[in-house]
T-cell receptor, first 112, second 113 residues
Framework: DADVTQTPRNRITKTGKRIMLECSQTKGHDRMYWYRQDPGLGLRLIYYSFDVKDINKGEISDGYSVSRQAQAKFSLSLESAIPNQTALYFC???????????FGPGTRLTVT | EDKVVQSPLSLVVHEGDTVTLNCSYEVTNFRSLLWYKQEKKAPTFLFMLTSSGIEKKSGRLSSILDKKELFSILNITATQTGDSAVYLCAVGGLYNQGGKLIFGQGTELSVKP
């Protein structure tokens, strides 16, 4: 079984809809991250979490919110989706004191 | 502002060629530089470098870091079609800043038969 899983893997939604992307991990890591990837822009950090009680904004947090329900679960919400949020979204985890991050398979989100 | 810049953005080579991918950075409190390979799915970890001048090697791939000149290179020798992917460079700062990584734009490598 994969260590970092994301659901759904693909989603098409309409402008203005609320949508939640979910991430679960079995690696026992404290730190979790949400990124979006757009062609030619690499990976950009949306939110990150040190632990269940510590959530921080990344470089592009506007229009997004997150919830860390447990050490193993980190959800990303788009309160009112807009077309320029169409992208590939990745969840990642890392262990305390290490930079190496482990990525989930990604969620391809299309907002029409 | 912290930034990581990769070059070239795309590259087309033929099997057997040797390629060099570049990554330069300007990051406060540098701690490590990481290389990832992404093949139409999640990025997978290749190397992490923390010390200048020490080469990391795995098969046909190798990487070295120059902390004075603030760059790293990733070399791939005797390229194969399976090396076709986007190669991402990322830089990490202080661990107490959340272990955040700043990613470059990626280099898209295409290896033709």
């Amino acid at each position: 079984d994969a260590d970092v899983t994301q659901t759904p893997r693909n989603r098409i939604t309409k402008t203005g809809k609320r949508i939640m992307l979910e991430c679960s991990q079995t690696k026992g890591h404290d730190r979790m991250y949400w990124y979006r990837q757009d062609p030619g822009l690499g990976l950009r950090l949306i939110y990150y979490s040190f632990d269940v009680k510590d959530i921080n904004k990344g470089e592009i947090s506007d229009g997004y919110s997150v919830s860390r329900q447990a050490q193993a679960k980190f959800s990303l919400s788009l309160e009112s989706a807009i077309p320029n949020q169409t992208a590939l979204y990745f969840c990642a985890t890392s262990d305390l004191g290490y930079h190496e991050q482990y990525f989930g398979p990604g969620t391809r989100l299309t907002v029409t | 502002e912290d930034k990581v810049v990769q070059s070239p953005l795309s590259l087309v080579v033929h099997e057997g060629d040797t390629v060099t991918l570049n990554c330069s950075y300007e990051v406060t409190n540098f701690r490590s530089l990481l290389w990832y390979k992404q093949e139409k799915k999640a990025p997978t970890f290749l190397f992490m470098l923390t010390s200048s001048g020490i080469e990391k090697k795995s098969g046909r791939l190798s990487s070295i870091l120059d902390k004075k000149e603030l760059f790293s290179i990733l070399n791939i020798t005797a390229t194969q079609t399976g090396d076709s992917a986007v190669y991402l460079c990322a830089v990490g700062g202080l661990y107490n800043q959340g272990g955040k990584l700043i990613f470059g734009q990626g280099t898209e490598l295409s290896v033709k038969p």
